[in-house]
């Protein structure tokens, strides 16, 4: 029950402390700190986010604003823009990074009955891509990506059928999406979908043998020989079982495929899709394959509603740090709609949170309240993807 906690506060509840400073003591982040704690810097930057604070002066001004609510907040006294700005530099990013991985968890547990996609499949169902996020070179030149250019890489594994990513990975903007691949402990059952970017036939046959399932567009001058050829229909153009002819090629994946020419009902356009699935009737293959446009949707959203256009730091610790607390104020919503049974999608609450965070109101009332509630014809159906 609420006992008059401002909403900030009853928001931050639902972030397991306990977990937060295992993480903090994991990395020392609160070595030598009197008055500023880690979990203080995260309450700052959260708050930035969730309130769409353009610079770290613009979180300080706003906070001191509210003097004599920061007690309440979790603050033992007013926050220097000099002091978050440091913590920012120094204090080790992995603290945020492990936080968010546990968030991820989190959610993925509360949402992992919602309605999925292809009942008839036994695993889930991820897409795997990456978005490069662009920095100015002549500030960012730890970043270097192009010589116009800096940027960091945004890796992301999404679980499809639930809008939620299970695994997120930040890297220079060099590093190249397959190398990521060796990273992932893949499911047995699930189905993986991924473009040409991730087409390392070693790396697939790895997930061919932990019994899990890749759907991938091909390349066009592969040199394949079919072994079988199935009768298609429809927007089947082919579907045929095959084999590699060049020798490197098939010692990196020495087992048959599927190769499925799809034409999308929609656009008219052909794909060419590899698959170590050999029962799944071939449109379902092709389906699941059209699944990816989530991920880039989900690319969309972050790109506009995360505060990451401008970063309140220069240093790569900074923007890291950033990059995760954005995640983890993201994740931290999503579990507290879920567990309020709120049915405003995610960015209805995110905008009804960001004019009321130092509200008394308990958030079921402030979220709930019909007033607040869109058309569903509204300009925001676009975002549908995180109307979990």
Not at 34 to 59: M, V, Y
Not at 232 to 259: C, G, T, W
Not at 332 to 346: D, Y
């Amino acid at each position: 029950m609420n006992q008059g906690k401002y909403v900030y506060s009853q928001l931050m509840d639902y972030a397991s402390k306990y977990v937060f400073n295992k993480c903090v003591e994991r990395y020392k982040g609160n070595y030598r700190s009197r008055n500023f704690t880690c979990w203080q810097q995260f309450l700052c930057l959260a708050f930035g986010q969730l309130t769409h604070r353009e610079s770290l002066r613009d979180i300080v001004l706003c906070l001191n604003a509210q003097g004599k609510k920061l007690y309440h907040l979790g603050f033992k006294k007013q926050v220097s823009r000099s002091t978050l700005s440091d913590a920012n530099r120094h204090r080790d990013w992995r603290i945020y990074a492990d936080f968010a991985a546990q968030l991820m968890q989190d959610a993925k547990a509360l949402y992992i009955n919602e309605p999925e996609i292809g009942r008839e499949l036994q695993g889930s169902v991820y897409a795997l891509d990456s978005t490069l996020i662009r920095l100015c070179v002549e500030v960012y030149q730890w970043a270097h990506y192009r010589s116009t250019t800096a940027g960091l890489k945004l890796h992301t594994l999404l679980d499809v059928q639930h809008a939620l990513p299970e695994l997120v990975a930040i890297t220079s903007g060099k590093v190249h999406d397959m190398k990521i691949l060796p990273e992932i402990n893949f499911r047995p059952a699930a189905f993986y979908i991924m473009d040409r970017a991730y087409f390392d036939l070693a790396q697939l046959f790895r997930i061919d043998r932990q019994k899990a399932f890749f759907v991938i567009r091909a390349r066009t001058n592969l040199k394949l020989a079919t072994l079988e050829s199935a009768a298609v229909e429809r927007d089947i153009l082919m579907d045929n079982i095959v084999h590699f002819k060049n020798y490197y090629s098939k010692k990196a994946y020495p087992q048959p495929l599927r190769y499925i020419r799809s034409r999308d009902p929609d656009t008219g356009k052909t794909v060419l899709l590899l698959t170590n699935h050999m029962e799944l009737d071939a449109g379902m293959i092709a389906g699941l394959y059209r699944q990816r446009w989530k991920i880039e949707l989900s690319f969309k959203w972050i790109k506009q509603h995360l505060r990451i256009k401008v970063f309140w730091g220069e240093s790569e610790n900074a923007v890291k740090t950033q990059l995760w607390i954005a995640l983890s104020a993201y994740l931290i919503v999503a579990i507290v709609r879920k567990k309020l049974r709120i049915e405003q999608s995610l960015y209805e609450v995110l905008q009804v949170l960001s004019v009321s965070l130092f509200d008394r109101t308990p958030i079921t009332e402030l979220l709930n309240d019909k007033q607040f509630q869109i058309s569903k014809n509204d300009i925001y159906k676009q975002l549908n993807i995180f109307n979990f």
